[in-house]
């Protein structure tokens, strides 16, 4: 008689690493003639846009622009006024050796220093770096043994659900609409946005996403200093093709907005504008497996080799708004604030009182003009801390995917003193590994000796918190011989108190 081994492949979480790497930035910007010309540099912002990203062993390629926004004060009145550039890069950073069938890699990070100056009213000079933090984590297909038959063999078996990766996918979509201004504007300061999924249909292999990003423009008209806002909403409608994507899915799918161009209308026709959006889609699909922790026979001498495998489950799903708020003393305590904008640093989960919380640095820049007619930058460090939802364990390996975006960022100056408040909307998913010991291989030697016939029973003192299992194992008993000959449930698997147990002989 031959032992009968049955297999499957599981999803088991693979390699996971996160690493460190700098894209310098150095670059000359041109102002435009119908900007004016600059008095002074006010501040330069630098954000990356991945647009592509490869994974092979050992390594990572990443395509994509820095976008490189430098705010100044103009000449001759002229205010607060922008210009930005688009500056390529291809970035290969080195990783762990590992196999994989499936990946994703969430790319964040924050300016590491920029330095720029004016060469000329005309031409600015920027120098910098900007660090990225790269967390990779993979999944791989392993064979485990689900079940065992035949020769005598006994086993004990546990159940793993988990989820597998099932499609990860960032895509650029652009989306167009109308914006009308009151007045003629004289200058575009800046245009932020944030954006909404208001449906999403999954069908094998395509997704359907419909949603609105909604962009807040700040600008000046003709003759005037004073800064104005319009808000737009602009629709979207996508109809993605993503290879593995089922309806039973559980799908993350984030609409993340990297800039935007506006055009002037002819006559009285309205303007308009231009929102280009990264599209982040992940999908899980969940599992559940039967595979084989332990094992013996009752006839043969049985010699088994453990293996350690790791498991992925969706933690949770995170659709949530934190508010963030600081204040902090400002140089000149007449400071006219003229902007606000937020920034973000990588996401961590760290352990706050024992339970895990996810937490992100916020930097807010303030814009404001003292009392000599200067326009000056103000920095204010935040530290958003959201409580994940009970029940999450805190050991294993937490990561999350998320991405962050400000709402109602809102900044005043009281008394010298900057007063910053803001809610921030996270979207994403948090994960969680999980490692478990089961059978990597099982082998039967030579047959056991036989029994004592005249030994019917013998009684074993058991403690508190033993296994029958592992009983049975120690006599070449069969666990279910055992709950008969004691009267025990069918199922039992610990025991609750000490006491005497009957071994039944072979």
């Given at each position: 008689?031959?032992?009968?081994v049955?297999?499957?492949?599981?999803?088991?979480?693979?390699?996971?690493?996160?690493v460190?790497?700098?894209?310098?930035?150095?670059?000359?910007?041109?102002?435009?003639?119908?900007?004016?010309?600059?008095?002074?540099?006010?501040?330069?912002?630098?954000?990356?846009?991945i647009?592509?990203?490869?994974?092979?062993?050992g390594?990572?390629?990443?395509?994509?622009?820095?976008?490189?926004?430098?705010f100044?004060?103009?000449?001759?009145?002229?205010?607060?006024?922008?210009?930005?550039?688009?500056?390529?890069?291809?970035?290969?950073?080195?990783?762990?050796?590992?196999?994989?069938?499936?990946?994703?890699?969430?790319?964040?990070?924050?300016?590491?220093?920029?330095?720029?100056?004016?060469?000329?009213?005309?031409?600015?000079?920027?120098?910098?770096?900007?660090?990225?933090?790269?967390?990779?984590?993979?999944?791989?297909?392993?064979?485990?043994?689900?079940?065992?038959?035949?020769?005598?063999?006994?086993?004990?078996?546990?159940?793993?659900?988990?989820?597998?990766?099932?499609?990860?996918?960032?895509?650029?979509?652009?989306?167009?609409?109308?914006?009308?201004?009151?007045?003629?504007?004289?200058?575009?300061?800046?245009?932020?946005?944030?954006?909404?999924?208001?449906?999403?249909?999954?069908?094998?292999?395509?997704?359907?996403?419909?949603?609105?990003?909604?962009?807040?423009?700040?600008?000046?008209?003709?003759?005037?200093?004073?800064l104005?806002?319009i808000?737009?909403?602009?629709?979207?409608?996508?109809?993605?093709?993503?290879?593995?994507?089922?309806?039973?899915c559980?799908?993350?799918?984030?609409?993340?907005?990297?800039?935007?161009?506006?055009?002037?209308?002819?006559?009285?026709?309205?303007?308009?504008?231009?929102?280009?959006?990264?599209?982040?889609?992940?999908?899980?699909?969940?599992?559940?497996?039967?595979f084989?922790?332990?094992?013996?026979?009752?006839?043969?001498?049985?010699?088994?080799?453990?293996?350690?495998?790791?498991?992925?489950?969706?933690?949770?799903?995170?659709?949530?708004?934190?508010?963030?708020?600081?204040s902090g003393?400002?140089?000149?305590?007449?400071?006219?604030?003229?902007?606000?904008?937020?920034?973000f640093?990588?996401?961590?989960?760290?352990?706050?009182?024992?339970?895990?919380?996810?937490?992100?640095?916020?930097?807010?820049?303030?814009?404001g003009?003292?009392?000599?007619?200067?326009?000056?930058?103000?920095?204010?460090?935040?530290?958003?801390?959201?409580?994940?939802p009970?029940?999450?364990?805190?050991?294993?390996?937490?990561?999350?995917?998320?991405?962050?975006?400000?709402?109602?960022?809102?900044?005043?100056?009281?008394?010298?003193?900057?007063?910053?408040?803001?809610?921030?909307?996270?979207?994403?998913?948090?994960?969680?590994?999980?490692?478990?010991?089961?059978?990597?291989?099982v082998?039967?030697?030579?047959?056991?000796?036989p029994?004592?016939?005249?030994?019917?029973?013998?009684?074993?003192?058991?403690?508190?918190?033993?296994?029958?299992?592992?009983?049975?194992?120690?006599?070449?008993?069969?666990?279910?011989?055992?709950l008969?000959?004691?009267?025990?449930?069918?199922?039992?698997?610990?025991?609750?108190?000490?006491?005497?147990?009957?071994?039944?002989?072979?």
């Open positions: 008689m031959e032992l009968k049955f297999r499957d492949t599981l999803s088991a979480a693979g390699g996971s690493c996160t460190k790497a700098e894209i310098p930035i150095e670059n000359e910007i041109l102002i435009s003639d119908y900007l004016p010309q600059v008095f002074k540099l006010v501040k330069c912002f630098a954000r990356p846009v647009l592509q990203k490869q994974l092979q062993p390594r990572l390629t990443m395509e994509g622009y820095i976008r490189c926004t430098v100044y004060q103009g000449e001759d009145g002229a205010g607060l006024c922008q210009t930005e550039q688009k500056i390529p890069f291809n970035k290969t950073v080195e990783l762990p050796g590992f196999e994989f069938s499936s990946w994703s890699a969430m790319v964040e990070g924050e300016t590491e220093y920029l330095n720029c100056r004016a060469v000329n009213p005309r031409r600015i000079e920027v120098r910098g770096a900007f660090g990225l933090v790269i967390s990779v984590h993979a999944q791989c297909r392993t064979e485990v043994i689900t079940a065992l038959s035949d020769c005598g063999i006994e086993q004990k078996q546990a159940v793993f659900s988990g989820v597998r990766c099932a499609a990860v996918l960032d895509k650029m979509i652009t989306a167009d609409g109308e914006l009308r201004f009151s007045k003629a504007p004289a200058a575009i300061l800046d245009i932020t946005g944030t954006a909404v999924i208001r449906d999403l249909k999954l069908i094998s292999g395509k997704a359907v996403a419909k949603g609105e990003i909604h962009a807040m423009c700040a600008w000046r008209a003709q003759g005037e200093n004073t104005q806002s808000a737009v909403s602009i629709p979207f409608n996508q109809i993605l093709d993503v290879e593995g994507l089922t309806d039973d559980k799908c993350l799918c984030v609409v993340e907005p990297v800039g935007f161009s506006v055009a002037a209308g002819e006559g009285e026709e309205p303007g308009r504008i231009t929102a280009n959006a990264l599209l982040h889609l992940r999908a899980w699909r969940p599992y559940e497996l039967s084989v922790t332990d094992a013996f026979s009752t006839q043969y001498m049985t010699s088994i080799e453990m293996k350690k495998l790791s498991g992925e489950k969706l933690a949770c799903m995170l659709d949530e708004t934190a508010a963030v708020t600081g003393p400002l140089p000149d305590e007449n400071t006219r604030l003229l902007a606000c904008f937020a920034a640093g990588p996401a961590q989960i760290l352990l706050r009182g024992g339970m895990p919380v996810l937490t992100a640095r916020v930097l807010v820049t303030a814009f003009e003292n009392s000599l007619g200067e326009i000056e930058s103000y920095d204010k460090a935040l530290e958003l801390v959201l409580p994940l009970a029940g999450i364990p805190a050991d294993g390996e937490l990561y999350p995917e998320c991405w962050f975006s400000a709402e109602d960022l809102q900044a005043g100056c009281t008394g010298g003193t900057l007063e910053v408040s803001l809610n921030v909307h996270i979207e994403g998913a948090i994960l969680y590994r999980q490692s478990w010991s089961c059978i990597g291989s082998e039967l030697g030579e047959l056991l000796d029994a004592d016939p005249e030994i019917s029973l013998r009684i074993y003192y058991a403690q508190a918190g033993e296994e029958l299992f592992a009983i049975a194992q120690r006599f070449h008993v069969s666990p279910g011989q055992m008969a000959a004691n009267g025990m449930e069918a199922g039992t698997q610990a025991l609750p108190s000490a006491c005497r147990l009957l071994v039944p002989g072979a």
